[in-house]
């Protein structure tokens, strides 16, 4: 059987990674081999790929996407890229913004060039519903124009529309996805989920941003993956797909339920002043991805949010060390 051979960039980060292993695991399909692109800079870690290291379908390099020298012969040994690799905390990008621009904006577009180069079939790039700004009311289809809020935003609706204008003028299959936000195990904490679990674990304080009361859509890693696979499978080249979750909660209300799941109180919340350029709600219509590809989230929120603070709990030696008040984000605020 001959197998599609998928490179994978920043598949050592908490998407990629549990992409990775949910194609090289047991569910996953038989007829692909993976390489993961890594550079291997704060928020990825090595140890989210343990359960696949030994797959004779898996191979890690360690390389930086803005290296052509490294990125051009490496697309030439794949049919297909899977491109997750990307600066995402938001509030790294207020105070430095040229990170941003050049993994995500310039890294992009050595990869593509590669990718056009060497005649790459397939290119899906994984980008995030920032790039629509904020909503007061309804939800964006992919026909919305992006209107991004952030540096960090701002450069993934560059590479966007960069990796899109390489189908339009060049013919390269790209899809693009644009999911809500993420939750689940394997997360980095500085995203509020995991930092805000993490905090209360230690029986520390959470920062709350403004009055609380931003909205996002939450979407759990397992039901992200799974509509990164229809777009990769079943996509259309040139297409944007929205990937969203099915849960819309202010931050008030998603800190209630993570005091709750902790056993900890409001005694434990701090609340902080709010970011600049903060958007007030996030919101995606997945309809598209549901009547092209089948798509719909699975994942109930509750069993989900429980599922991820019991995987905190047992798996400090995970996290622990990025918490610390030396080198981590723990001294921060959380991205949401």
Known sequence: ?????????????????????????????????????DAFTYAANRASL??????????????????????????????QVVHFAAESHVDR??????????????GTQVLLDAALQHGIGTFVHVSTDEVYGSISTGSCSEEQSVNPNSPYAASKAASDLLALVYHRSHDLDVRVTRCS??????QYPEKIIPLFVSLLLQGRKVP????????RDWLHIDDHVRGIELVRTRGRAGEIYNIGGGTELDNRRLT??????????????????????????????????????????????????AETVAWYRDN????????TEADGPATGTPAC
């Open 1 to 37: 059987m001959s197998q599609t051979r998928i490179l994978v960039t920043g598949g050592a980060g908490f998407i990629g990674s549990h992409y990775v292993r949910t194609l090289l695991g047991p569910l996953g399909p038989d007829d692909v081999s993976v390489t993961v692109l």
């Open 50 to 79: 343990d359960e696949v290291a030994d797959s004779p379908r898996f191979r890690l390099v360690v390389g930086d996407i803005c290296d052509p020298d490294v990125v051009g012969p490496l697309i030439a040994e794949h049919d």
């Open 93 to 106: 990008s207020l105070s430095s913004s040229a990170e941003f621009v050049r993994t995500n904006v310039m």
């Open 181 to 186: 936000n993420n939750y689940g195990h394997h």
């Open 208 to 215: 709350l941003y403004g009055d609380g009361m931003n909205v």
């Open 256 to 305: 209630e339920r993570l005091l709750e799941a902790c056993g900890a109180s409001w005694d434990q919340v701090e609340y902080v002043t709010d970011r600049k350029g903060h958007d007030r709600r996030y919101s995606v219509d997945w309809s598209k991805a549901h009547t092209e590809l089948g798509y719909k989230p699975q994942k109930d929120f509750t069993e989900g949010l």
């Open 316 to 323: 400090r030696d995970w996290w622990e060390p990025a918490t």
